[in-house]
Structures are given as structure tokens and as C-alpha cells.
């Protein structure tokens, strides 16, 4: 009974799709999260949405769009694929709306070719 | 703007040992600390964090300790064991609930 799942695991792609990563919690956190960790590891924080509306969107290229239909949904579509896009996407949702105590999704492993 | 630094980036100690991980911060409106563990191929998963009104937290064999004034935090594990092995990442949370993170630390722990 996974608490928040990605879907797909792996995407393999080549430049210039299109693709989206879907993300679903059953923890009812009201707050969902995309981070992206590079080849060096590096986790870092893309949007932030709480109970369907954006509260935190980073410096992240027009071609990537998060959409929330609802509270446990928070899905992320990429137009335009780059071999730079190429990383594990992370889902994370919390409580509250104050970034705190994230429980991480299992990661979407994204390779552009 | 916002920034963790995080050291050192790999750690190997013999099981057993101690190790410890140090994280500095930026942002003087930082309140909240945490620290993740990441196993290879896994999610990171959060293991202790602390609020900037408490100078030292302990869980078992782990502790994390604030300096406010200096602006840096540290992860210490006790009596390491192999399945401690993983990568670490520290964390900080500005007033923007931003969590900004370290560059993350490969620790080994050598049976």
C-alpha cells in the first residue's frame, strides 16, 4: 500500500517528445512536491503545490507544466525533451503547507537519448 | 539566495566508528533541519530533523546538532553498521518553505 507512487519507473525517450510523469499520495497531505536529482545527486526543488495551487515554482524551463487536478494528484508533463532533462524526478508530498517531514515518492528515472 | 553547503562529499569509516556530517546555511530565517537517507536506487527518506529552537536532537545511534550563531548543523552517527551505508543529504527550510539541500555525502561503513 505504497504511500506515494510514481508511474512510470523508467521513461526512455528521445529528444523532442513529449512525456508525463504521474504522481498519486493516499497519505491526505495537502501539499505535493517535484524535485529533480541529477547524475551528481543533487536534489533540487522544481514546484511546489498545496491542495491544487501552485505556492513554489522554481527556475524550471515554460516546457515543464505540473498539473494537480486534485490534492493527491500532482502529475508533470515535459514538452520538447533535451538530453539535459535527463534525471530522476522525485514526487514528494507533507502535511500542511510549511515543507516539512517530505515522504518521497520512489522516483521516475527519465533518460533522453 | 539560499544555499547548504555540505561536507565532506564521501565518508568511509570501519564499522564501528563514528561519523559525522556537516551542513552550513545561508539563510539566517532558516527554522527547520532535516536530514534524509538515501540507499542506492531508493527514495530518500527522512530520518531526524530539528527546529532551530533546539540546540541537539538524538534518535538511538543518531544525533543532529544546531549552532544557530554559526550557522551550521551536524549529523552524527554512533556504532555504524554496514546498512548504514548511503548517501545523506541535509536539509534547510526557509520562510519561503522552500527545503533548499545539501550536495549530499556517500558514506561507507567497511564490515
Known amino acids: 500500500d505504497t504511500a506515494v507512487s510514481q508511474t512510470p519507473k523508467y521513461l526512455v525517450t528521445q529528444m523532442g517528445n513529449d512525456k508525463s510523469i504521474k504522481c498519486e499520495q493516499n497519505?491526505?497531505?495537502?501539499?505535493m512536491y517535484w524535485y529533480k536529482q541529477d547524475s551528481k545527486k543533487f536534489l533540487k526543488i522544481m514546484f511546489s503545490y498545496n491542495n491544487k495551487e501552485l505556492i513554489i515554482n522554481e527556475t524550471v524551463p515554460n516546457r515543464f507544466s505540473p498539473k494537480s487536478p486534485d490534492k493527491a494528484h500532482l502529475n508533470l508533463h515535459i514538452n520538447s525533451l533535451e538530453l539535459g532533462d535527463s534525471a530522476v524526478y522525485f514526487c514528494?508530498?507533507?502535511?500542511?503547507?510549511?515543507?516539512?517531514?517530505?515522504?518521497f515518492g520512489s522516483g521516475t528515472q527519465l533518460s533522453v537519448l | 539566495g539560499e544555499n547548504v553547503e555540505q561536507h565532506p562529499s564521501t565518508l568511509s569509516v570501519q564499522e564501528g566508528d563514528s561519523a559525522v556530517i556537516k551542513c552550513t546555511y545561508s539563510d539566517s530565517a532558516s527554522n527547520y533541519f532535516p536530514w534524509y537517507k538515501q540507499e542506492l536506487g531508493k527514495r530518500p527518506q527522512l530520518i531526524i530533523d530539528i527546529r532551530s529552537n533546539v540546540g541537539e536532537k538524538k534518535d538511538q545511534r543518531i544525533a543532529v546538532t544546531l549552532n544557530k550563531t554559526a550557522k551550521h548543523f551536524s549529523l552524527h552517527i554512533t556504532e555504524t553498521q554496514p546498512e548504514d551505508s548511503a548517501v545523506y543529504f541535509c536539509?534547510?527550510?526557509?520562510?519561503?518553505?522552500?527545503?533548499?539541500f545539501g550536495s549530499g555525502t556517500r558514506l561507507l561503513v567497511r564490515p
Open positions: 514528494a508530498s507533507s502535511q500542511g503547507q510549511r515543507g516539512e517531514k517530505l515522504f
Open positions: 497519505l491526505g497531505h495537502d501539499t
Open positions: 536539509a534547510a527550510k526557509s520562510g519561503s518553505y522552500k527545503l533548499i
